[in-house]
Every structure is written in structure tokens, then in C-alpha cells.
């Protein structure tokens, strides 16, 4: 049975962030296999229309803590071309304007709807950092988050969650009907045939030079502050640190690594995502010292490419990171033993490589898209 399916989200193209790499990893796949991905996306004023046929923009406002997210203002109307598709079923990649908007429509269309869990918007780095200053305000919204969040999720046929560790989180919440899809990684594009030899060259970094990288969204709930604590460590071993990427911390971050006098810091700037089998493939070891994540792609993407990935013993990264195997485990916020795990796995990274890639395959596009359509069988 080939279906229409509806993908409504807050955040897409241009933006480049773990929810767009997810829906377009997943809308190739099942249109690959036959079926048509509708894209129901929020968009800032001045860009109303796609050139994709099956993208349907809805105008909105910026949101200033994530600025690749927009409010879409007036969602509702897209009843109206989602009905004109012949949708069979809605998938919304939001809690948020777009998926409340998605929600209503499916309600009204009698339509089943399968919600995936993105983004932890309740995790505390996320709290300190982008809600409201004044205590009771952020207990209040805080609180008032939490109780919205589960509120949209009890009203899906069917939610997804990306780990193990986030469908534990949804069930103790009381959400039913919870189904672990995690995030896919494309083996064709990130692998260890790849050569990382002219973007290190381009960053002026010599072949003696080790390289530990990070690549992704700086802001606050990332802490990074981590891994430039641990450069500071290490200044003077022959080691490089190399982040890329941009976002609402990143001057921050800059400014952290002049005060540190971090000689041995390289920031890339944007990333564009043809340079990124390159970036993974010039470095020996990923750092991730996020307490955030609810899969960490970009850590499975450096696995593919063959590297092992030193990152925070915390949420998803605590059950996809094993110690010895694939990459090093430290405690979330301690920089200091965040440096002595870069150093063990510089010191020995290729008896990590094995392990790495093996894990990046349990994440092959077809595997993670067999379990995705197995959740839309079961709730149509």
C-alpha cells in the first residue's frame, strides 16, 4: 500500500539542524519505496512558495532563541491542501505551531497522526538559558511546557521517540503508544573511504597535528565551555580543536576561547553540508559534551566516518557511546576528565574504528525506515 504522508514541522530548509536532516533522510527513503511526502513547514515573512511541489509554506515570525524556527501565524488554513493530496496519514515533527496545526487537521480529517519527539524543550540547560530571567516565571513556564507537551503527545495515535532513553522519558509521563525510531545515518555519504586531507590543509593544520572535532548548533545547552576547557588542558601536546558550525553562542564561545588563550582552537564558521564527510574524515576523535541530545546524529555521522566520540555520560549519549568499544564516556560538565578520555582515545584510536562503524550500521537508512512505516501500519 504506497501512501500519502504528511510531514508538518517548525524548522526546514534553509535551516540545517538535526529535525531537517531527519525529514529529509526520511522523506528520500519513503519515496524511494514508492509513497509521497507532503512538507507542511512554518517560514519566515517574504518566503512564501517552494520549489518543490510537495513543500507548502506557512508565514510566520522569527523566534529569537532559535532563530532557524519560526511562529507560523496562521497554520490553520492548511486543512485545505492537505485534504487536496488525499493525505493518508500525518506525521508531525513539532509539538508546536505547525503541529498543533496538525493535530486540529487531523482531528477534523479523522486522519491518524504519529508525533515524533524531537527536542528536549523542558531540559535544563535549555531552561536556564532561554526562559525567562525571573525565578517563579520559569517555574511557571517550565511547568506549563511540560503539561503542554504531554497534552499534544496523549492526543497522537502513535508517538516516536529517537532512543531508548527518550521513550522512557515520554512513558513516565504517562504517553502510550511510544515507538523507538531513531535517527538514520547515510553509510554512502559518511564513511572511512572519504579524505579529510584538504579540509585539514584548508584550516592550516599540519599531518604530525591530532584533531578532535566538533561540528553542529553552538549554543548554550551544547557546553562547549566543556570541550574549550579541555583544550586548555591539553594546549601544547600537539592536539587541535577544531568547532564548527554557528548559532546564538557562538560569540560567546569565541570570546571563551581568546580569554582561555587557546592557540591550539580552530572555529570553522558554517558548515555546509557538502563539506561534512570531509570535516568528520580530517579528524582522529569527535567531541560531544552536550547534556541535550535525544540521539546525537552527528555523533552516529562521525562513527560512520570511522571515529570514535568522546561525549557526555547523559541522555541518549549515555546508552549510544560504549567505553572501550566505539568511543569514551565522561561525567556531563567535568572537563577535566573530558580531557584525560580525549587522550586515551587519541592515544588509541584505531581500536575504536571497528566499533564505531559497527554501531553506525545498526542506523542504516533501511533498517530505521522499515520501523517507521512499521508505526504508520499500525495505527492506520
Known amino acids: 500500500m504506497k501512501l500519502n ?11 540545517v539542524d ?3 536532516t531527519s525529514i529529509n533522510g526520511f522523506r528520500k527513503q519513503l519515496e524511494r519505496r514508492g509513497h509521497k511526502v507532503y512538507i507542511f513547514a512554518s517560514t519566515r515573512f517574504g518566503r512564501r512558495t517552494s520549489r518543490d511541489e510537495r513543500v ?12 532557524q524556527y519560526s511562529v507560523a501565524l496562521f497554520p490553520y488554513y492548511s486543512i485545505m491542501k492537505l485534504n487536496s493530496v488525499g493525505t493518508d496519514i500525518i506525521h508531525s515533527h513539532t509539538p508546536f505551531t505547525m503541529g498543533l496545526s496538525g493535530l486540529i487537521n487531523a482531528k477534523l480529517s479523522r486522519l491518524p497522526i504519529v508525533g515524533s519527539f ?4 523542558d531540559n535544563k540547560a535549555v531552561v536556564n538559558d532561554y526562559y525567562p530571567n525571573n525565578k517563579q516565571l520559569k517555574k511557571l513556564t517550565t511547568r506549563g511546557m511540560q ?6 503527545y496523549k492526543r497522537c495515535n502513535a508517538t516516536v521517540a529517537p532512543s531508548e532513553t527518550v521513550a522512557r522519558m515520554l512513558v513516565k509521563r504517562g504517553i502510550e503508544g511510544v515507538s523507538v525510531v531513531p535517527n538514520m545515518v547515510d553509510r554512502k555519504t559518511f564513511n572511512r573511504k572519504v579524505s579529510g586531507a584538504a579540509f585539514r590543509e584548508r584550516l592550516g593544520i599540519r599531518d604530525s597535528e591530532r584533531v578532535v572535532l566538533y561540528v553542529g548548533r553552538l549554543s548554550y545547552e551544547k557546553k ?3 570541550m574549550l576547557r579541555s583544550a586548555r588542558m591539553l ?3 600537539g592536539i587541535r580543536f577544531v568547532i564548527g558550525g554557528t548559532g546564538p553562542a557562538e560569540a560567546r564561545y569565541r570570546a571563551m576561547a581568546r580569554r582561555l588563550g587557546l592557540n591550539n582552537t580552530i572555529f570553522t564558521g558554517f558548515v555546509a553540508q557538502e563539506d561534512l564527510p570531509a570535516a568528520y574524515a580530517s579528524c582522529d576523535a569527535f567531541c560531544m559534551p ?4 535525544t540521539q546525537g546524529i552527528v555523533a552516529l555521522e562521525a562513527m560512520a566516518s570511522g571515529k570514535p566520540v568522546i561525549g557526555a555520560d547523559y541522555l541518549a549519549l549515555k546508552d549510544l557511546i560504549k567505553n572501550g568499544i566505539n568511543g569514551e564516556k565522561f561525567r556531563a560538565g567535568d572537563y577535566a576528565q573530558c580531557s584525560r578520555k580525549i587522550e586515551k582515545v587519541l592515544n588509541n584510536a584505531g581500536a575504536y574504528k571497528h566499533g564505531a562503524v559497527e554501531t553506525a550500521e545498526m542506523f542504516s537508512p533501511e533498517k530505521v525506515t522499515d520501523k517507521l512505516i512499521d508505526v504508520y501500519r499500525s495505527v492506520l
Request: proline share 9%; aromatic share 24%.
Open 5 to 15: 504522508i504528511a510531514f508538518y514541522t517548525d524548522t526546514y530548509e534553509p535551516a
Open 18 to 20: 538535526g529535525v531537517v
Open 56 to 67: 507548502f509554506l506557512y508565514p510566520g515570525v522569527g523566534f529569537r532563541p532559535y532563530p
Open 118 to 121: 524531537h527536542t528536549l524543550v
Open 147 to 152: 503539561t503542554y507537551v504531554s497534552f499534544f
Open 224 to 226: 562547549l565551555e566543556v
Open 235 to 237: 594546549r601544547g601536546k
Open 290 to 293: 552536550s547534556t541535550f541530545e
